[in-house]
């Protein structure tokens, strides 16, 4: 997919998720998402930080970090920016960055694409909410997810089965076979679980462990 079709897909994701945040009573603000340990709120705060993010701020946030993981100063930095905003901050955040095109210096113009969709579902599907992104755009993010595996945790099931997608055109992988919509399949490559009534095929013992 081409760089400006990217940032198309990443606009309108974050637009979508800002739609879906200005919805939320303040209990689902504070509701836990599916990433372990991170509230609504929290999840919220990540997603658009990446668009503020310069590069001299990135000494900062080595510095504050020195000597723990990846995923360690990742929560550690969520936990900070979440507690520094409001609620009402963040929102302004969606619209003052809504077409914004900075991203991480150490990424690809990808992550922040993953961010948006797979953020947005880890927002919504402990709250009952459906959001369904398209489905060429996760497929792009998948394909990233997948070289980024081992960051993800998700390296035994990319490795494991063969994914086929039944909303676009995508199969990966190789071994036993695992079916269904776009959405999900990048759920599982981003280390989630996908949803089992959407998901079929020989493979699903190996996702679902």
């Known amino acids: 997919?081409?760089?400006?079709?990217?940032?198309?897909?990443?606009?309108?994701?974050?637009?979508?998720?800002?739609?879906?945040?200005?919805?939320?009573?303040?209990?689902?603000?504070?509701?836990?998402?599916?990433?372990?340990?991170?509230?609504?709120?929290?999840?919220?705060?990540?997603?658009?930080?990446?668009?503020?993010?310069?590069?001299?701020?990135?000494?900062?946030?080595?510095?504050?970090?020195?000597?723990?993981?990846?995923?360690?100063?990742?929560?550690?930095?969520?936990?900070?920016?979440?507690?520094?905003?409001?609620?009402?901050?963040?929102?302004?955040?969606?619209?003052?960055?809504?077409?914004?095109?900075?991203?991480?210096?150490?990424?690809?113009?990808?992550?922040?694409?993953?961010d948006a969709i797979v953020h947005h579902q880890d927002i919504v599907r402990p709250l009952g909410i459906i959001r369904e992104p398209d489905p060429a755009a996760a497929a792009v993010a998948a394909d990233r997810c997948r070289t980024l595996s081992l960051l993800f945790g998700s390296r035994r099931v990319v490795k494991g089965v063969r994914m086929v997608a039944t909303d676009v055109d995508w199969t990966r992988g190789r071994g036993p076979t695992v079916e269904g919509p776009m959405r999900e399949l990048l759920m599982l490559c981003a280390g989630r679980a996908g949803d089992p009534a959407l998901l079929s095929g020989d493979g699903l013992e190996l996702v679902s462990t």
């Open 1 to 114: 997919m081409e760089r400006e079709n990217v940032w198309r897909h990443i606009h309108a994701e974050r637009a979508a998720l800002a739609d879906t945040l200005g919805s939320l009573t303040a209990e689902q603000w504070e509701h836990e998402s599916l990433c372990a340990g991170w509230t609504v709120k929290d999840v919220a705060a990540h997603v658009i930080s990446t668009a503020k993010i310069k590069p001299a701020d990135m000494v900062g946030i080595m510095g504050r970090n020195l000597g723990r993981g990846y995923n360690k100063m990742i929560f550690r930095e969520v936990k900070r920016l979440s507690h520094q905003q409001s609620v009402e901050q963040i929102l302004a955040d969606y619209t003052t960055y809504a077409t914004s095109t900075r991203k991480v210096p150490t990424v690809t113009v990808i992550e922040p694409l993953i």
